[in-house]
């Protein structure tokens, strides 16, 4: 009788962390999305920082051609 009891126990805690197991799985996959997510978002704001930098650098060379000497 007292080990039908334990089984019973160690029955609930495997459900209970497999649970938490499941639940803790969610999270990390969801995390990961986010961080894929801003991943792309940093990618695509460094893309545009580095163009934006090309156009300045462009205009300054622009600039310095057409002024006269």
Do not use: C
């Not at 962390?17 to 704001?45: F, M, P, V």
């Amino acid at each position: 009788m007292e080990s039908a009891k334990q089984l019973d126990s160690l029955q609930l805690q495997l459900h209970v962390i497999a649970e938490q197991r499941d639940a803790a799985l969610l999270q990390l996959s969801s995390a990961q999305e986010t961080i894929s997510s801003y991943a792309k978002s940093l990618s695509n704001l460094q893309m545009v920082l580095e163009q934006f930098q090309a156009g300045k650098l462009d205009d300054l060379s622009d600039r310095r051609s057409s002024r006269p000497m």
